[in-house]
Each structure stands twice: as C-alpha cells, then as structure tokens.
C-alpha cells in the first residue's frame, strides 16, 4: 500500500493529508491563532469543587475554566478499586500540575487529568506511575514481554524510574533508538518539574510539538513511502527534527518545489470540499447521509439509484457493505469522534448482518484511533464510538449559519409574513402610529404583494393605518423590521 503525507504550509495554518494509494485518508489542520491544546501540561489553579459531580473547575490560563473529573486524578487511577473523594484530594486555590486530554470543543472547556504522559517516538513516558505497558497494537504475547524486557534492562536499577508505555513503533526498533527516546523524554521532564517551581500559576510548564513534528513522530508509519511539505522552513525543522529524533524517517522527508499548488495537485482540496458536505455518493448509486451533533453524529444509508442485478435482499447487502468502507473513511476524514450510529438498510438474512458487520469492523482497524463497534441493537442500527480528543473538520473549518442559525433550515417566506403580521399587530395596540412601514427581503415583500397581500390589506383596514412595503436587499429571508412612520 503507498502511504504519502503531504503538507501544506501558511503563516496562517497547516494542514496535512495522508493518502492511500492516490485516495485522502485523512485531513488535520492546525492553525496558528488556535493551535490545539491537547498534550499541553499547566500549572492549574482549583477555581471550584463540585463534590456532587465529584469534579473540579481548573483555571488554566484560557477564556474557559477547565474541567477535572475524579476518574482522571491520578491518585483514583491508581487505586481504581478504592474509591476517591475529589473534596479530599482537592481545595479551593490549590496549585496542581494538570495536563490536556481533550481540547475545548463548542461551549465545553477543556478536560484535564493529573496524570501526566509525555509522548516520545518510541515510548510513552508516565513519570507519576511504575509500570511497563504495551501498546494493544502488539499482539504477540512473546514479542510484548520481549519489548518489556527490552526496555527493563536499559533503565537504572534500583530506583524509581517512572512508568513507560511502549508505542507500537517501538517493535522494530533498536537499542540506541530506545535509549535516544527514554534520555529525550528524561530530559522534558526535569524541565517540567523545574518550571513548575519557578513559574506562576496558571503557566504552560510543557507544550505538545507542532503539526509537522507530531507528523514525524506519530502518523509515520514503516508503510509511509514520503513525507512532501511544500515549506522550505518547515522542511529545514523537519529534516533537523527527524535527524535528531527518527533517524529512519529523513530520507523519506521531501521538500515540494512546483508551481502548482501541493493539494490542488493531489485532489485534496476537492476532498475537503466533499468533507464537509452532507452526502457522500457510493460508487454504485446508493448513497450516505451524514449528519453531526454536538452528542452524536448519525449516519444513514440509503440504496439511492442501485437496482443491483439479482434481487432486492441482494441490492440491500452489496449497498451495505459498500457503505462500510466508505464509512470507516469518513470517520477518518471528517475526525468524527465520541458516539457513531449507523443506520445501515434493514437485512433480513442474519448471515448478511454479520458479514456487514466483520467488513465494517475490519475497515475500521486502520483507524490509528481507537475505535469499538458493537452489534446491531433491535432497531437494526450499529453503534460506534471512537476516541474523541480534537474538534471534527467541519468544526475547525466552519460555524453555525447566521441565517439559520445551525438548524440546517430557514423558515418560509410565508411563515416569516405571518410573524410580521402579528408584529404589526402587537405595535398597533401599543403606539398610534401614523403608518406602518415594512423592511424585508425580496421574496417576503413578493409574497405580499401576491399570495398574501389579502392578508395585508384586512389588517390594514383592521387597525386603521396604511402599510407600506420596502425590499432591503442586503436581508435575509428571516430578517425584518417593522417601522412606525
């Protein structure tokens, strides 16, 4: 399979596509106004004890205070089978050391843990905690304790030395690779630990790598064939970042010298632009439709314009298990995240609902976040939940239509005829104006003057003053005012 990653650089953002095979994958974009905080570790101030949600309200330096559940103190991770207290473990204007699990997304503030982890290349450093994990990506028992002794063997004896994951990168790599990542990660924490004695409260004691280097060392995998950025100066970072920290990779980084723009070229721009729409057509007539909450996103299948060849239970299971490919794509996409239901077309056949669901499941084990599935419910939906740490697409790109205001719908030109009506209405009983003088957009001024201008003219009489009508082109269908000449 050829994996590449493209880069595309701007003073004002980044933004990175990786393509399988000549097809997007996935999209992440970074801006620099509103880089994401996920990974960033601060010197928190307890601003508010909720014991009867057993959380916390951190000020951490941003416009929201930030949000610490019980479930994520480190003291309650490491004893899960005996209960904590978050009034016993935290006070008012109590400085704690808290770290960024999940950026804000919409009105909700960030989450937080105390349970500090610094990601490296290789390994995952947890310096509060004592134990050698693996990744769930290893799935040989032999090769997981060969990698945990691997790792044992080169750390200090006798003292603490604090927990590691092992990344699944670590698999193939080398001894001076391993003790290259325990030294770098040793080395961020001494800072750490230093700058939160010496800084304010409420500081960034450690913020996570830019885009480009999280590129290098979490999305790079052994399949990755080239790295293009189209950035001279991020190229230099790179190529320096990737020389230092994953010697394996600067070959494949590559700098982008044409002419013609890096994502026009590869279709990612055109990608983008379908990202962000409702439907995705599949490539036999049928057809997606998806719809994003800030709960949950929904998605729908639809058999559209394939009449299939054989029959209609035929029709129904080929749309079904197309749409499982299309579908685990464009989670990766979209970066649709928390709860997933799908709403494939009722099957009738067992054996068809099962195979939809192995294709949907087998699909969805190249996401590199972590994905569960579970089985069709007795209304026939699958539900899906994927790890959710940073906003969707279509939440970093876009915001809510000012003229529907993210319903998604506008109402009628003739509902909006009625409001001004009764509007009218409640203005004639209040003041004695000489006339009523109505400013709207062209198609509700249109409709008064036709289908509704019956309506108009029996208040008119009604209240006993003229109305007059008056387009302003700059109003949406919505918008009016009703003035009192």
């Known amino acids: 399979m050829k994996e590449h990653i493209l880069i595309n650089v701007t003073p004002q ?22 880089r994401g905080i996920v990974g960033n570790v601060y010197l928190g101030v307890v601003k508010r004890v909720l014991p009867g949600m057993q959380s916390a309200f951190i000020e951490i330096g941003l416009e929201r205070a930030a949000f610490l559940h019980i479930a994520d103190v ?29 950026d804000p997304i919409g009105t909700k503030g960030a989450r937080l843990s105390t349970q500090i982890s610094i ?11 004592h134990h050698i994990g693996v990744s769930q990506r290893i799935e040989h028992g032999e090769g997981r304790e060969h ?43 001494a800072d750490l630990k230093q700058k939160s004695k010496t800084l304010p409260p409420e500081s960034m004691l450690y913020q996570d790598l830019n885009l480009p280097m999280r590129v290098l060392r979490d999305i790079v995998t052994d399949e990755t064939q080239k790295v293009v950025v189209d950035s001279r100066e991020t190229f230099q970072k790179m190529s320096e970042f990737a020389n230092a920290f994953v010697t394996n990779v600067a070959p494949r980084v590559e700098h982008y010298q044409g002419e013609r723009p890096l994502f026009e070229m590869h279709g990612v721009e055109a990608e983008i632009e379908r990202a962000l729409a409702r439907r995705v057509n599949l490539k036999f007539g049928g057809y997606l439709i998806i719809d994003q909450t800030e709960a949950m996103t929904t998605i729908d299948v ?19 298990l197309e749409a499982t490919q299309v579908i685990a794509r464009q ?48 209304l026939g939906l699958v539900e899906i939940t994927r790890k959710r740490t940073r906003e969707s697409l279509a939440h970093v790109l876009c915001e809510p239509c000012p003229v ?52 108009l003219a029996m208040l008119a009489d009604f209240i006993g003053k003229p109305i007059s009508l008056q387009v302003e082109s700059a109003y949406f269908q919505e918008q009016f005012d009703v003035i009192l000449v």
């Not at 953002?13 to 509103?34: F, K, N």
């Not at 003291?75 to 770290?99: K, T």
């Not at 639809?302 to 079904?320: L, Y």
């Open 13 to 34: 953002e980044t933004r990175v596509a990786v393509t399988e095979e000549g097809v997007v994958q996935e999209i992440h974009v970074e801006r620099t106004a509103s």
């Open 74 to 102: 480190i003291e309650q991770r490491q004893h899960p089978s005996e209960p904590q207290r978050i009034e016993r473990l935290m006070f008012e204007g109590q400085s704690v050391m808290v770290q960024v699990i999940k």
């Open 119 to 129: 990601a490296g290349r290789f390994l995952v450093f947890l310096p509060q905690e």
């Open 147 to 189: 990698l945990r002794e691997r790792l044992l063997q080169m750390l200090p004896k006798g003292h603490d030395h604090g927990g590691y994951i092992i990344r699944t990168s670590a698999e193939h790599a080398t001894e001076d690779e391993l003790r290259a990542d325990v030294a770098y990660l040793n080395l961020i924490w």
């Open 302 to 320: 639809n058999t559209g314009g394939f009449v299939g060849t054989r029959s209609f239970d035929d029709t129904i299971f080929k749309t079904n």
């Open 331 to 378: 989670l990766r996409l979209r970066n649709l995240g928390g709860i997933i239901i799908v709403d494939f077309i009722d099957m009738d056949n067992a054996e068809h609902r099962d195979q939809v669901l192995h294709e949907l499941g087998k699909a969805l084990g190249k996401d590199r976040t972590k994905v569960t599935v579970s089985g069709f419910t007795s």
């Open 404 to 455: 529907c205001q993210g319903r998604g719908e506008i109402k009628t030109a003739q509902t909006v005829c009625y409001e001004i009506l009764r509007e009218i209405l409640r203005e004639a009983r209040q003041f004695n104006a000489r006339e009523y003088r109505i400013l709207g957009s062209q198609t509700v001024i249109d409709m008064f003057l036709d289908e509704e201008s019956a309506n």
